[in-house]
């Protein structure tokens, strides 16, 4: 990000201020309708893609409304053109409803800067939204010339929001998996006695540099990539539940026996590593 704007950010108290409020609510609107909002925010987040939603649908309305500034451009005396151009406006619409909602779900896990950087790439976006709005019902109105030109303000507006947004996800981090560049050992790796491995407790240990998360349950021991996908939490400071780990900062949630996700935020899975105990040592390699 420009440095210049980022100091910017960081000095918007009113984000923090919006920002505290708007989580509670957002989460509170899942966590208050039980186990089917826990399957709605799941699905919401991508778990079901394997990857985030929210940019896949991010696509159509930049598409459509950059298809809107094209026709617009062409469409001087042309009634069929002006039609086209009000159905992509209106088509972004739609999906821009999708992707504001799968967007405000991802950000509701957030915390710190992501968070003040999310939920300004998320207001910019409303704004966007707002001013294609009245774009379309001032072209329905008979104002083309008056339509147009909050098309026009709104493409600047989406200009500026992918912009931040784009930000958020490759300069901060957010929504990336945290474990893509580590692929843990290629041969097993001897990592902790297995007489120190206590039953049904986390714990950490490290195969040459790559931190691995271990739980014994009775004759079975599993082992996890220790990093959350999700957000680089420690997953050693979980909860175990069943055959499963739960992660201590988000509550994503994987099955020990292959680090498939089962509860989000996180979509991708946990990489998870082949076990043997040799000579009364936990080995471990990457599967």
């Not at 992707?99 to 003040?116: L, M, N």
């Not at 957010?174 to 491995?197: I, R």
Request: proline residues 5%; hydrophobic residues 40%; negative net charge.
């Amino acid at each position: 990000m420009i440095p210049a704007l980022e100091k910017l950010i960081e000095s918007q108290a009113w984000l923090d201020t919006l920002g505290d409020p708007l989580q509670k609510f957002v989460n509170s609107l899942f966590s208050n309708a039980g186990e089917g909002g826990k399957q709605a925010k799941n699905a919401l987040n991508g778990v079901w893609l394997g990857h985030p939603l929210h940019p896949v649908i991010t696509d159509v309305p930049v598409g459509a409304w950059t298809c809107t500034l094209v026709l617009d451009l062409a469409a001087s005396g042309h009634e069929e053109i002006q039609k086209a151009a009000d159905i992509t406006l209106a088509t972004g619409l739609l999906a821009a409803t999708g992707a504001a909602v799968t967007g405000f779900t991802d950000w509701s896990d957030t915390y710190g800067k992501e968070r003040k950087v999310g939920l300004l790439h998320g207001v910019t976006m409303l704004a966007t939204f707002t001013a294609y709005t009245f774009s379309l019902l001032a072209r329905l109105a008979g104002a083309r010339k008056s339509g147009v030109a909050l098309s026009n303000l709104g493409y600047g507006l989406l200009s500026a929001g992918a912009y931040i947004g784009g930000d958020e996800v490759y300069d901060i981090g957010y929504g990336v998996n945290h474990t893509a560049f580590d692929h843990g050992p290629g041969k097993y790796t001897a990592v902790m006695p297995e007489a120190d491995l206590p039953e049904g407790t986390p714990a950490k240990a490290m195969a040459g540099s790559t931190p691995v998360l271990l739980v014994k349950q009775g004759g079975d021991i599993y082992a996890l990539h220790d990093t959350c996908v999700h957000a680089g939490c420690s997953l050693a400071g979980g909860t175990v539940d069943g055959r499963s780990i739960i992660c201590p900062c988000h509550g994503s949630q994987y099955d020990l026996r292959d680090g498939h996700v089962i509860n989000g935020p996180a979509t991708m899975p946990e990489p998870h590593f082949e076990v043997r105990v040799r000579d009364g040592q936990i080995e471990v390699k990457a599967e």
